[in-house]
Nanobody, 123 residues
């Protein structure tokens, strides 16, 4: 019932910037109450890791590897989360996944994932 669609990935040079977006949509007539949204990533040969998260109240958290370079934000009215990525490094190369934890009223809270968007940083 919930779809997360990411956009904004691509190829960028070291030191460059990208902005990822993720829109959460729900079937017509339904209400999707989102608790938190986050970005995860999986690099080549790596496990998936949490990059940044944001609560409905706007509290944010970041992986140590991206602190000071990445900024997560959200537009609650649009059910959209963003990830501004600056000073990109080759090790940021990964598939980035959007995640939302919330409930389609009146059902229980569940975990939803997007399909992923590729970010490649070239040196």
């Amino acid at each position: 019932q919930v779809q997360l669609v990411e956009s904004g990935g691509g190829l960028v040079q070291v030191g460059g910037s990208l902005r990822l977006s993720c829109v959460a949509s729900v079937a017509s007539g339904k209400i999707f109450s989102i608790n938190s949204m986050a970005w995860h990533r999986r690099g080549p040969g790596n496990q998936r890791e949490l990059v940044a998260g944001i609560t409905s109240g706007g509290s944010t958290s970041y992986a140590n590897s991206v602190k000071g370079r990445f900024t997560i934000s959200r537009d609650n009215a649009k059910n959209t989360v963003y990830l501004q990525m600056n000073s990109l490094k080759p090790e940021d190369t990964a598939v980035y996944y959007c995640n939302a934890i919330g409930a389609v009223v009146p059902y229980a809270i569940a975990d939803y994932w997007g399909q992923g968007t590729q970010v490649t940083v070239s040196s």
